[in-house]
């Protein structure tokens, strides 16, 4: 198993650029979510997918959009970046039919946005 | 909304030392409380969690207190080793899962040899 894969590893953009992260996992988990982490505020959850066909909104997804096709995928775009969005991206997922799994971090984006 | 305090912002401590991180909740609806190391430059790892209707839970040098009650939860590393200096973020998850995560902000530990 791969686990939980992201790419690219380091991306630069010019503002009003748009781009897609990706990220893919191999082990059938029904929930993948992906998070930004900046110094001194955590991480902070963008956007979540309960399974394929369903999205949904976390705490700051404002100039983010996701889909979930299959169960493998959940690519993250950024419309029209901002240097706002400069941080380090993270895609997790868990296998969660009830209750609580454990949630698997990918190896994570480096995003700069100039 | 669920609110995440985590002391200290970094701690220092010497080899063979012991090192405590605490963190504090303000939702009583959380029931999941995980914590994770990240070296740097990469990914968050867990390292041992605890749910609500446990008080302790241990695993070699890692251990994990809970207090419901005053809604804190402490981790607790002993012998610490030079290989334990990272990155340490605890997370508060209510019943509804991750959509409800809210991490907090992470401590530097850095052991001295």
């Known amino acids: 198993n791969a686990g939980v894969t992201q790419t690219p590893k380091f991306q630069v953009l010019k503002t009003g650029q748009s781009m897609t992260l990706q990220c893919a996992q191999d082990?059938?988990?029904?929930?993948m979510s992906w998070y930004r982490q900046d110094p001194g505020m955590g991480l902070r959850l963008i956007h979540y997918?309960?399974?394929?066909?369903?999205?949904d909104q976390g705490e700051v997804p404002n100039g983010y959009n996701v889909s979930r096709s299959t169960t493998e995928d959940f690519p993250l775009r950024l419309l029209s970046a901002a240097p706002s969005q400069t941080s380090v991206y993270f895609c997790?997922?868990?296998?969660?039919?009830?209750?609580?799994?454990?949630?698997?971090f990918g190896p994570g984006t480096r995003l700069l946005v100039l | 909304g669920e609110n995440v305090e985590q002391h200290p912002s970094t701690l220092s401590v010497q080899e063979g030392d012991s090192a405590v991180i605490k963190c504090t909740y303000s939702?009583?609806?959380?029931?999941?409380f995980p914590w994770y190391k990240q070296e740097l430059g990469k990914r968050p790892q867990l390292i041992i969690d605890i749910r609500s209707n446990v008080g302790e839970k241990k695993d070699q040098r890692i251990a994990v207190t809970l207090n419901k009650t005053a809604k804190h939860f402490s981790l607790h590393i002993t012998e610490t080793q030079p290989e334990d200096s990272a990155v340490y973020f605890c997370?508060?998850?209510?019943?509804?899962?991750?959509?409800?995560?809210?991490f907090g902000i992470g401590t530097k530990l850095q052991v001295i040899p």
């Open positions: 082990m059938n988990h029904e929930y």
């Open positions: 939702d009583s609806a959380s029931n999941y």
């Open positions: 997790a997922s868990s296998f969660q039919t009830s209750g609580i799994e454990t949630q698997y």
């Open positions: 997370a508060a998850i209510p019943s509804g899962g991750y959509q409800k995560v809210t």
């Open positions: 997918s309960v399974g394929a066909g369903i999205t």
